[in-house]
């Protein structure tokens, strides 16, 4: 691997823990202003000096970030589609390369639809993405997307779909979290970050998400409505790279979370 490609990857999946706490922000390319991101820049603001690495699109980062901030950026490049049009599989590559190096991106971020009537066209997005990102020595990470087909998110189909992208060259892959994850886990030879998915119900729930990705062999975790829409997304973020990072279980997780809260409520 190229010297630039795996310095930014040790920007990202931090070389101490080989861990990584991505912070998703990128839902308004699809989903439009989504609840507590509606002022993408005051919600962000605060919780990334949290955050290892940040999952967003080159229009929030021109208008909403702090060129100053020291964040890695990672960059979603594809789109073209949106909530209410008739597929959400069927993206194209929504920026080039050159204009990833322009916002001085770390990674970029392309999403696959494994087993879609667009299957085979986002599987070449990622690979021209792949020549393109080799070249210009910036990784790709590969999210594998189901849409509405929620009944695809088990270890077979989400073994097959990150396989399929490590094959086709992704330098990480992001997906959901499963029964028998660590078989998704075991036959990706690259990193694998799991989603957040939707906003869970409880606190415990997202810490017990998270832990359970980790233990079974997750590089970390790309979170966005389970941190920023929580009442205290600070705290929560915190709470999320304690299991990260330092081991900590559900329950040590969540005290740090309620110590946190209490330290912003004095």
């Known amino acids: 691997m190229d010297w630039g490609m795996e310095n930014r990857l040790a920007r990202i999946i931090k070389p101490g823990s080989h861990r990584t ?19 993408p820049g005051s919600t962000l603001r605060p919780l990334i000096p949290y955050a290892d690495a940040l999952m967003v699109t080159r229009g929030v980062v021109r208008s909403s970030l702090d060129p100053q901030m020291d964040i890695p950026i990672v960059l979603r490049v594809s789109g073209g589609v949106s909530i209410v049009g008739p597929a959400l599989s069927d993206e194209g590559l929504a920026n080039s390369v050159k204009d990833a ?12 639809f494994v087993g879609t009537a ?20 910036i990784p790709v ?9 929620l009944e695809k998110r088990d270890a077979r189909y989400l ?19 499963c029964d028998d994850f660590s078989k998704v886990v075991e036959s990706c030879p690259v990193p694998i970050v ?29 979170m966005g409505r389970n941190i920023w829409q929580s009442e205290f ?4 973020i915190r709470a999320v790279r304690a299991i990260v990072h330092e081991g900590a279980n559900p329950k040590e997780a969540n005290q740090v979370f309620e110590e946190a809260k209490a330290g912003m409520k004095s």
């Open 21 to 39: 706490v991505m912070l998703a922000a990128d839902h308004g390319y699809f989903l439009g202003p989504t609840r507590k991101l509606e002022d």
């Open 118 to 137: 667009h299957e085979r066209q986002t599987l070449l997005n990622l690979a021209e993405l792949v020549d393109q990102g080799t070249e210009h020595g």
């Open 141 to 149: 990470l590969a999210v594998t997307a189901v849409g509405k087909e």
């Open 233 to 236: 997304p600070v705290a929560k």
């Open 159 to 177: 073994g097959l779909a990150c396989r399929m992208a490590a094959e086709i060259g992704a330098n990480f892959v992001k997906t959901y979290y």
């Open 101 to 112: 190096v322009r916002i001085n991106a770390t990674a970029m971020a392309l999403s696959i």
């Open 194 to 222: 799991m989603a957040g998915g939707p906003k869970l119900e409880t606190d415990m729930d997202a810490f017990e998400l998270v832990h359970a990705a980790i233990s079974e062999g997750a590089s970390g975790v790309d």
